[in-house]
């Protein structure tokens, strides 16, 4: 089983910083990976697939970079709408899809 | 507009069975492989059961706690994605989400969550 690990588990940032999010896999998973944004009583989004690709609707300040084991989601100038908790998943060795166990983003 | 609407949640006994329900609307998903994903409030994300299309052979596969417990199916005649829990746990306790795998293999479109509650 792929294990995921997120880092840091809490950001704290002011609105328009920029902030870099990190996803590690325990083996490779080529570029099969996804970031989901959840915000609070919602269901997570799908933001970014096949490590860097943008979903529809998604906004340009966000983008993700990385293939094998280390990923990065990266998020330039902050928006009020975007403090929230971060996801990243596997996709490359199934079952199972394994998540990270996130990192959320707080207003400073 | 493509979405997936949850039915189901519930209070159920520790041993007991429930069904949840997600029915698809915006998009015909026969050709979909379709999941659930589960939280624990205020917990991550855990992948419980996947099933694929019908036209690639209907597939299931589970996540090892739920395994021999949980069945996931479909009805594609109802444009709907069913879990069947049996021998409820109170860790099964949380929010169930429905989903649908994007061709790529990410999870592009989420029901809105449906709480299951095992409690005695």
């Known amino acids: 089983e792929i294990v995921m690990t997120q880092s840091p588990a809490t950001l704290s940032l002011s609105l328009g910083e920029g902030v870099a999010l990190s996803c590690r896999a325990s083996?490779?998973?080529?570029?099969?990976l996804a970031w989901y944004q959840q915000k609070p009583g919602q269901a997570p989004r799908l933001l970014i697939y096949?490590?860097?690709t943008r979903a529809t609707g998604i906004p340009g300040r966000f983008t993700g970079s990385g293939s094998g084991t280390d990923f990065t989601l990266t998020i330039t100038s902050l928006q009020s709408e975007d403090f929230a908790v971060y996801y990243c998943?596997?996709?490359?060795?199934?079952?199972?899809?394994?998540f990270g166990q996130g990192t959320k983003l707080e207003i400073k | 507009e493509v979405q997936l609407m949850k039915s189901g949640g519930g209070l159920v006994s520790p041993g007991g069975s429930h069904r949840l329900s997600c029915t698809a609307s915006g998009f015909t998903p026969i050709y979909a492989w379709l999941t659930w994903v589960r939280q624990v409030p205020g917990k991550g994300l855990e992948w419980v059961a996947r099933i694929k299309s019908n036209t690639d052979g209907g597939a299931t596969d589970y996540a090892a706690p739920v395994k021999g417990r949980f069945i996931i199916s479909r009805d594609d005649s109802k444009n709907t994605l069913f879990l069947q829990m049996n021998f409820l746990k109170t860790e099964d306790s949380g929010v169930y989400y429905c989903t649908r795998v994007h061709v790529d293999g990410a999870f592009d479109v989420w029901g809105q969550g449906s709480v299951v509650s095992v409690s005695s």
């Open positions: 083996q490779s998973i080529s570029n099969n």
């Open positions: 998943q596997q996709y490359n060795n199934w079952p199972p899809y394994s």
């Open positions: 096949g490590a860097s």
